[in-house]
């Protein structure tokens, strides 16, 4: 199961990644098409460098930092839906193995 999880992961990362080339490459030929570069037509996906070694990175407008990573990953612990599965795991995890062991129970008594 964890490595089913992983390679989807990966895949859909992949993907992903895939994606931003192709929209990279659909803004180059739309510069090469004009035949001038535009500034209303950006790339999307900006790095940029500061002073201070940190690097900003902006995907479609959007400002990334890892602040906002720990922010969100706060707000779903806050709300505990971050433990929804693992919970529901559990639970089946039970079930199943009070089943089995009232199955080999049974099996053995005829035994």
Same mark, same amino acid.
């Given at each position: 199961m964890t490595r089913f999880f992983i390679k989807c992961s990966l895949l859909i990362a992949l993907l992903f990644i895939g994606v931003l080339i192709g929209m990279e490459k659909a803004n180059q030929g739309m510069v090469k098409m004009k035949g001038?570069?535009?500034?209303?037509?950006?790339?999307?996906?900006q790095t940029q460098e500061k002073n201070n070694g940190k690097i900003d990175t902006v995907v479609m407008g959007k400002n990334i930092t890892s602040h906002n990573l720990e922010?969100?990953?706060?707000? $779903?612990?806050? #709300?505990?839906?971050?433990?929804?599965?693992?919970? /529901?795991?559990?639970? $089946?995890?039970? #079930?199943?193995?009070?089943?089995?062991?009232?199955? /080999?129970d049974f099996v053995s008594s005829f035994i």
């Open positions: 001038y570069d535009d500034p209303s037509l950006q790339s999307p996906v922010k969100k990953k706060e707000h $779903l612990q806050d #709300i505990k839906a971050f433990n929804f599965f693992s919970s /529901i795991g559990k639970v $089946l995890t039970n #079930i199943i193995s009070s089943v089995t062991e009232k199955i /080999i």
